[in-house]
Nanobody
């Protein structure tokens, strides 16, 4: 199984970034997928969910993401894009993608990528 994130970088507040997550090797598509983030100095248990999509295409956003972030999944159900706009310094974090098969959709115990860093300067 592979989960690979890309698209992070440094940007000024108010700007936009697009993150992409490509997953492969998991049984049955579409994959249940989601984005999480972990701020510097915080432990893994403090990772916060950003958004997720289930096997039916239902999307959930964290409160801080609503209105600013948008997720979309490709037709194959294996790539998840996170479009972030109106970025704030507090959005600075390592962003992780997680994926799981559509039968359990347990992202916490699913497959995780290595993360991509997003730095937002004021």
């Amino acid at each position: 199984v592979q989960v690979v994130e890309s698209g992070g970088g440094s940007i000024q507040a108010g700007g936009s970034l697009r993150l992409t997550c490509a997953a492969s090797g998991i049984d049955d598509r579409p994959y249940c997928m989601g984005w999480f983030r972990q701020a510097s100095g915080k432990g893994r248990e403090e990772r916060e969910e950003v958004a997720r999509i289930d096997e039916l295409g239902n999307i959930e956003y964290a409160e801080f993401a609503k209105g600013r972030f948008t997720v979309s999944q490709d037709n194959a159900g294996t790539t998840l894009t996170l479009q972030m706009s109106s970025l704030k310094p507090e959005d600075t974090a390592m962003y992780y993608c997680a994926a799981d098969n559509k039968w359990s959709c347990d992202l916490g115990d699913g497959y995780w990528g290595q993360g991509t860093q997003v730095n937002v300067s004021s």
